[in-house]
């Protein structure tokens, strides 16, 4: 990355050849990574220390215009801002990204941040592929979360598909109990239809909340040349279990419509990745839609899109109206870069570990109770019957919970709501807790012990 | 701000009480506007030291669960991230903004980033109501630009008076040759007419494109009972001049349809502010959108919506699905509270100043090559004619200001491509150049210098 | 730390209040260690993250007079910076610490700087004590390194005891092959008189180099009258083992001359420091020199001077001429809160872990070529014979390590100079590594396995 | 400074290559200052921007061991650190500066710390020739205060010319009434003999407190074939005046005796520069000391040795004894890049307008309460009587001005100790103000008006 005319201008500064010479070794080392990423263009096996990370940002950002000492500035727009910290705070790409024509589009002021842009799509990419999808074509990294980011989805592929030229399009939806999916829905003018959730035995597990591949048909039919689309999820808390994408995705090819699947926080999961990777195959899956917090450990903020058909990302990131702020896109890249392969690799690992744990000590704390541990395999959670707490105090449980400083678990009280259950067949309340990726074991421990000691409380 | 006993707790380290005693006095001061921030709610007098700014953001940011030493974090999306330098750039914000129902709403975990939300969006509209639209009831920060911005202004617009239940909106917009806000309508499911410009005497200037208000009551009628709104515009490049919102406002209110202003960058312009003013009395607006880096300085990715009616803007915070980057709010306020109310002032004392020597320095240069300046008084641009250069090398202009190393200029083509001049009616090419806010005055004399070269060029 | 009245300003922006009531606990925790400093003024039980840190010293930096808006300033010297860096690299102490009087002088221009160095005095001295030296009374940071510190405490023992008022003072130093310390007495003027270093069985070990109480004795008497003060060693390479401080200290007290330590990175290692506690008891000892970047990991450039004599510490802080540079000390300060006590020794059960590792695995390396380890029992370092090496081929071992880009081994060859092994005793070549707090298991391991590539190269 | 293969590996990025091309004329044109300055090794003309400033820091600061990823340290001192703040309030160098035999030699650990030092030596040198001393041949940054370095002069000068080998060296010093150069002497074990200040006409200015040639030749002889150096000094609060530095060094190479000049805040001073310069000439200097935060507005601690003997200052750098804290370098080195050779010339002459407008507003002053400016010509400060303010009265001043928060105004009642004046022969009391490098004109008018209620608070 540096010239030999670099090295060569430090002599005679007092420090004798060899010295130098020993030093430019580990100096080029810290570099190389760098270089390396540029002409690999793949995630590094192992994570970069900060320095490297900030030395990549700094490069990046010093090829937009703002930067440049010499350019003389006369838009409307030219990436001024009134503090230094602003330039601290947005990773240094202080054009955003983007033009008016499109997402991805290079920005002619802003080449750095186009070319981060790009490197983090390219990385982001490579990184799910091994991770298990090598049949996805292009990753789009959007500056907004999983909710708006489905619909971002839905309104590229419509376009693609030239369908929503006269009327709004209507979406089925596989039954969730979280308002984002759907908004992200209605945001682009799109009409729900909810495919509702059951309780049971079913295709993934000995019980659990399930939809049923014939009733989507059903409701498909009786809506009949009027439903574009279809939303199906992977990822909800337990006693929710993955839908059968699989056999969407056959419903959808057969039928001609867009197949969506909301796998918010699925790139943690190979498992899941299997069955996205087996549904690309066996079917239709027009886009794939993925929180960058939840799995990637960013800030809250971003997600991103994949698919098996790069003409249709590019339509998704025409959709976008003009530039957007490049900090989920940086935040991603950063993130990636402190993990490397091998360091999210380990990371998987240990959320195994933990969801085993997770469900070993909610197993203990179920027996003491007399209480059930849903056996329906969520990847992620683990939920636990409270049959045996009075109606009127399960309410309660969350309070104390959430003053004894434990964040994340939900209580579900069917008796009140079922909402959050995702189905109307729940016989009982029960509690959920999350052992997803980044969590500490000693969360989980706390967590369990803490809610073992709101239940003695209500009862 | 710190306790009495924080200061006795000083005394007895080696250092006299009277040293102790003339220290504390500068200690307070220094934290003092961040107390009265809380207390006043309003845009401080004077700008933050960078000292002051962070203070802020690390007391805010560390009132979110995250930054919690003893919070045990079990949820699927805690705020954990895979590095520091996350959290550094994103301000501390790991948690974002907004919740599954609401971008406004405050969020369990993240009350600090709720509280960085409010105050923005109480900061920004003090702000502009002391600009000079008092009659504007309240602000909401939104993460993503101007296009966008437009849309989702739209969709809560459509959402609150219920308007979008069965059928796709049908929405008027005055001609601007700009992508990002037609797409902005596009992508939430809207159908656009556009109302053409027209070249010539207007209510504004002597000369420009602007739009008649005759014509878009031709437009409506000739679509009636189907046009749902409308999308005004303040802000174009110049011959481009501001619409005349009043009447349009009045139509609006007449006909019961939707009025949202495209206000890109206009807060920077007294007399377009009290167009607005006086619009808002007179007839009907819905919202008022408008960019935050174009208005105040900040990295592109926000926009600003205003709006007299506050129930309206929150069913627009309402419309947006899920949280998103708390990153474009954090970036005006940090913005905001670098300049304070007076560098704000004095930045738009300065644009003027520069809008005029940049229309100086053009007339000097067309009476030079025998052409004009159009005299449309279009507040931030200046358009001079190209008549005398030969159409064939009008384009080669572009490319030797960008070797030049000057950005922002738009040379319009008509012969090639009337697209940016707003109307088919221009007779000649032409150059645009800026004064926008931020632009220092150095900047300008080299451009038209430069401008000068590159015409002696393909003379 | 933080008013009632702040937590109520935070109301009704947005934020129920039973989330503000919640995150402002969590709020409390973060800056409860900082309030615990200044009331309970030792070093914190476990260690602070490095927002808590970066807090205190924003805390201290901000009670100096250049960072008080409203000051007038009209001084020489004002703590004025032409950059922002210079403040963060300074880590916000520009006015250095210290007066013209003396070195620990509240300086009324900085209380902050003058808290913050106290505040350090105090910090290392409860861990010191708390170590096993519980006889110390005070400890003085010192903003230069071991050699010139060792003159500093010279300086300040000579001038509290009056000593060096018409004659240079003779100091007595056992030997170790270190130039600083020498150099640090003929700094202060001072003439020196080496005890020389032998090799054998000694109080201390089966075999090594120390130094003879009795030949001590012996040069003593022969300078008889004129030698004003001793100073011993606790800290060298091996095979140099402690001197016999103890005794050595007997003596001083007997002769009525100074005795300093030169205790240079003897602060990881306990059992130096029971034989340290002893001396004080046994016998005189004015002074104990320590580094702090060899104990305490900061960077180069500072040491910490203790004393059992508060009024002695006092006179050497009075024998520096001005302010100094506030960068040692606030390193030490950043270091010792970062770690806290609990970091602190569990690194010093890390380091003798290491010791026992290097240990073993040189031993193997010797059996494997038949060599052997020096069995001095040095707390730090670990020495092997390169008896079997030809003499010529040993010079190459050191170029050798370099090139594998191994720092730290020293090969003594005494065919060529015995410096280095303190004495003109021993009887075949050897090399040292070292196994000191902060040092990575796997860097001993990967050196003693590059060691013995080296040595194969030259057999 | 960048490979042509590094620009190579951003094509095929999404960004096209003219887009590139573009970006990387900028890109280049930053980094271009850094190369400059290792190839031409002088201050720049213009100041650097803080990102160019950082890049140095990194590059310099990568090239230590201690940032080499793969390096192998097992010394005893391997520049490890126990938390990122170190490394970040170091500026990167953790390893200090110097080796135990010299301070400037080139540490073997830390190559890009030695180029560091070597750079600010060379670069402080080119600004101190430039600005009219082209007779200094070398400068050394010294990581402590004018006073300490004062002795350590001292102590390199008499080990160059091996004076000080069997007795104490005794030593002139004009009267300065300031601790520090005294403690610097005195400190490295040297003799003082002060020759006393004198008030009156001199060969300086009309009236002020001035130092006698012939006195200095009585007190000489009277110690005669006993003293080895004077200190001279060109630098006080008025009235002292500048020494008549050419006599004494006339004085001194007739003599063969060391002269040092303490130049403290000497080097904003053209016309102190030129007294140097000819002094040089005319007879003999050895060291010039001067104070970095003083003359280059860094933080408090470090010194700048210059000499026209290369081998002399090669001694002094000798005589330190160890490594040092790398701080009080890095420092210089970061304010003399933030201003440039401009920058720090237009300090200079911003200087003398506020030295002009200080004696000016306190003319007016003096004449409103029938006081008088002593005409003593000082380059910095101004010092008015206080005559008519009653004796008892004076001392209540100086806690009504710090009271009043300004810091700096010296008040000198020779009613109760005559120290500070530099004599015994002043008449009557008197305060002094500065207008040293870097005061902002403000603060003057300040001072000046709050010296103004001071006084007549206690007329």
Redesign the interface.
Known sequence: ???K??FD??EN????SH??K??????K??WKPI?EL??Q?KIPEHGW???Q???LL?ILS????D?????????????????????????G????IGR??EL?A?Q??A??A??M???TN?IVLSLIKSLGLPNIKTALTI??????S??MAM?GALNYHKI?I????MVLMTQID???????I?????ILKIIPGRYGKNYYSNEGVFTNIEEIKEIYHLNSNKISAIISSTCF?APRVPDNIKEIAKFAKKNEIIHIINNA?GLQTPALLKLIRQSIDAGRIDAIVQ?T??N???????AVITSPNTDLIKEISK??????????V??LL??LL??GKQ?YLSRIEFQKENRTFLEDSLLELANEFNEQIIECNNP??CAMSLKNIKPEKIQDLGGIL????????RIINIHKDPFGSCTTEMKWPYVV????I??EKK??F??VD?LKRAIKQVK
């Not at 020993?22 to 100096?27: A, D, E, L, P, T």
């Not at 790409?93 to 955003?96: K, L, S, T, V």
């Not at 959709?319 to 989920?328: E, I, L, N, T």
């Open positions: 990355m540096w010239k005319e670099f201008s430090l500064l007092g420090v004798p010295m130098l020993r030093s430019s070794i580990g100096f080392e810290i270089m540029f002409q263009r220390n900060d320095f990370i900030r030395q700094d010093h090829l937009d215009s930067k440049d000492p010499r350019s003389i500035r006369i838009g409307e727009r030219e990436g001024r801002i009134s503090s230094v910290i602003l330039n601290e705070i947005s990773g790409f202080c054009h955003g008016s024509g991805t290079a002619p002021k080449a750095g186009s070319l842009q790009n490197l390219i500056p907004f979360g999983t909710g708006m489905i619909g309104r929503d006269h009327e709004k399009p979280h308002k984002s999916p759907r908004k992200g209605e945001y682009i003018g799109g808390f926080y929180s917090d939840k990637f450990l960013t800030p809250v903020g971003g959709s976008y109206a003009g530039r957007a702020s490049a900090s989920p940086v935040q950063v993130s402190s993990m360091g992620v959670s959430y003053n004894l400083r434990v964040t994340g678990p807790m999350n052992a997803a980044g969590v969360h989980i706390e967590a803490r």
